[in-house]
């Protein structure tokens, strides 16, 4: 895979300003030219925002650079653009001339020309007041938004196109040309590539959630569909409007942290992705000092850094370890944090209950999203925009103000190694898993219990709940439904001898009836001898079906997975994890393999230093041979006694280490 770090051209260049057309430069700030930054920061990819044309396309140089080319048909700001780039024309054949433009670029340069036909518009929808009758019905109404272009249906001023008149006007398909998609939510990531787009790209920060969840739907809608993913990291962000920006002391003076989007890039990068884009880079990289001349900002030393660890010396990074996948019913609607589904036009039940909560246990904190107005201790009025000038001041006295970016990026129980597919994955893909959990409302077609019963007998472990399944499923999970519901609250694990009291909750009872099924953990009232299974296990070929009964793994207060589902979840996913992290509490950390050799990035996303120490899963593996990697500076060897290396971490800081012929053959 070539990764690509990209760099803009930005609207503000050709300097007509807000009227205009809106520019992520309307704090004032100047911008340096795209040559200029390149001669500085490794970089090979740039997005041309909206505003194409021969002369850009030129200087963009696609014979060594992939270029993302913005151009959105219908929407308002597009209008406004061509209003003051091309007043000689009529709007449509101001449209005629820069598609052309663009389709000849895309046939010249093939995959280092891509057409982003529209952006965000998944977060521009105008729901109707009424409900839908179903997940589908909504997700018909999503798609025709997009797809066929229907007035009324969304926020024109939102970076919409025209894909009736792609289609009839210039002939083009989303399948047939280098087609891209932005999209800003979680939802909506799988759909773009099933409606055809080869390349998907997700927006964060800027009030939006997490970005490992992002990162996890963004990665497996890739992997399923085939396609190619990015990320865009908006420099806006938190309640002081602008884009992080500073001054010629290296004061911050708005938007978030440079420490935050460092940390956001190097995780990005060590995910998978084909690219990241840093937005409003030719000013947010730059200062302009009392001279008159231009110098690297923070974070444009920390762009400079990065891109050269990132595109000239980690090119043998490998592939993450990504051993779990997750999976939604189709029409799912899940957004993370805001505990709505399909514009808030559907009950948010238990089973989206049961995903929000997988999450929170995979990524504590992850739905914090500290740029939301919300009470602080140190801030107790509040954050919000209102709240502009207090936050200036408190920048300028040197606050980094990191708590309102808490929730962007969390600890990881497991590490990141979890994707996120849809329910009409097909089996290639989802054997690349060892681990498939079931998550939500989703429910076994025959097609898809046929696919589910390869996959395990082929020797994947599937973790399913009662509420997914029905009697039609007995010959896959090896259990039958009585359809009976007993107070079952006491717990007792095989694997350990804890047990787990939730209080008073309903667990399904089931018949075990399959001849290789076995109860795995029973479940049993504390003061009487009643009991039943609480996960039974079902040997399938290779494989091994669990199938758990406490609906849809929740605790009596909904807020949790039940705790003997937690301590489950932890056993079945631990044995993939070719390095445990032991330390007081949990860290971000994503594992990449290449061949024999192992590369580790850890990230402490807290305000208070992190120590810990890594250990090899088992004896195949040897830690011993470390070097630890400081972009901007040549690997040093770790100084390290034995084969578990101890690690210290500061307060929003991270370590990169390197462990050569780590995995024996």
């Known amino acids: 895979m070539t990764f690509h770090f990209m760099v803009e051209f930005d609207q503000a260049e050709w300097g007509h300003g807000l009227e205009v057309a809106p520019s992520p430069t309307d704090t004032g700030m100047e911008f340096v030219p795209i040559e200029e930054t390149r001669k500085v920061i490794p970089t090979n990819a740039i997005r041309m925002w909206t505003n194409p044309s021969r002369e850009r396309l030129q200087r963009a140089d696609m014979t060594k650079n992939l270029a993302l080319i913005d151009f959105w048909l219908s929407s308002d700001q597009q209008k406004r653009i061509a209003a003051v780039d091309a007043p000689e024309l009529t709007y449509q054949e101001y449209l005629d001339d820069r598609v052309k433009m663009i389709l000849e670029a895309i046939q010249k340069y093939g995959d280092n020309a891509w057409w982003c036909i529209c952006g965000e518009q998944d977060g521009g929808v105008y729901w109707p007041d009424q409900y839908f009758e179903s997940k589908e019905a909504a997700y018909r109404f999503f798609e025709e938004c997009i797809l066929e272009n229907i007035p009324g249906r969304y926020d024109t001023n939102r970076k919409m196109t025209d894909i009736p008149m792609m289609r009839k006007h210039y002939g083009v398909e ?26 998907v790209w997700l927006e964060r920060n800027a009030g939006l959630s997490n970005v490992q969840v992002g990162i996890a ?27 992080c920006h500073f001054d010629a002391a290296g004061n911050r003076l708005a938007g978030v942290s440079a420490s935050l989007l460092e940390r956001e890039y ?51 990074l490998g592939a993450p370890h990504t051993p779990v996948a997750v999976m939604l ?54 954050f919000g925009w209102q709240g502009q000038d207090q936050c200036r001041k408190l920048l300028a006295d040197g606050n980094g103000l990191h708590e309102i970016e808490a929730g962007s990026l969390a600890a990881s129980t497991w590490g990141d190694c979890i994707d996120a597919v849809l329910d ?75 047990t787990h009291d939730d209080g008073l909750v309903n667990h399904d009872i089931v018949e075990v009836t399959g001849k290789n099924a076995e ?19 079902n040997k399938l070929g290779k494989g091994k079906v669990f199938t758990t009964t406490r609906p849809y793994m929740q605790a009596g207060n909904g807020k949790t997975l039940s705790n003997h589902c937690r301590d489950f979840l932890n056993w079945v996913v631990s044995p993939h994890l070719p390095i445990k992290v032991i330390g007081e509490s949990f860290i971000q950390y994503t594992i990449n393999m290449n061949g024999g050799n192992l590369k580790m990035l850890l990230i402490n996303n807290s305000e208070n230093a992190w120590s810990g120490q890594l250990v090899p899963a088992n004896s195949n593996i040897d830690l011993s041979k470390a070097a630890e990697i400081i972009p901007g500076k040549e690997p040093v060897e770790y100084p390290q006694t034995g084969n578990n290396p101890k690690v210290t971490i500061d307060p929003y800081g991270y370590k990169i280490y390197e462990f050569n012929d780590a995995i024996k053959s």
């Open 174 to 199: 989303l399948s047939q040309k280098n087609t891209a998609m932005q999209v800003s939510k979680c939802f909506s990531t799988h759909y773009p590539y099933k409606w055809g787009c080869g390349l």
């Open 217 to 243: 739907f963004m990665r497996g809608a890739a992997k399923q569909y085939h396609g190619k993913w990015g990320m865009d990291f908006s420099t806006w962000g938190g309640p002081s409007a602008g884009t």
């Open 266 to 316: 190097l995780c990005t990068f060590h995910a998978g992705a084909d690219f990241i884009l840093s937005e409003s880079s030719n000013s947010t990289f730059w200062v302009k000092h009392p001279d008159g001349k231009f110098k690297l900002s923070p974070l444009g030393n920390i762009a400079k850094n990065f891109g050269e660890y990132s595109l000239n010396t980690s090119p043998d």
């Open 329 to 382: 019913e189709q029409y799912h609607g899940w957004e993370p944090g805001i505990k709505t589904i399909w514009g808030d036009k559907l009950p948010y039940t238990n089973a989206e209950r049961m995903i929000d909560n997988f999450f929170e246990l995979a990524f504590p904190g992850y739905d914090e999203n500290g740029f939301s107005p919300k009470w602080s201790p140190l801030h107790p009025e509040g």
């Open 424 to 498: 009409d994955c097909k089996l290639d893909v989802l054997q690349k898993y060892p681990v498939l959990i079931l998550l939500g409302g989703i429910k076994l077609t025959d097609e898809l219990r046929e696919r589910l019963q390869k996959y395990v007998e082929n020797g994947g472990e599937l973790i399913i709940n009662t509420r997914q399944i029905s009697d039609a499923d007995a010959e896959l999970t090896g259990v039958k439904l009585t359809g009976e519901v007993k107070l079952l609250p006491q717990v007792k694990p095989s694997w350990n001898k804890l």
């Open 519 to 537: 109860v795995f953990v029973k479940a049993k009232r504390g003061y009487q001898k009643t009991e039943g299974p609480a996960i039974v296990c």
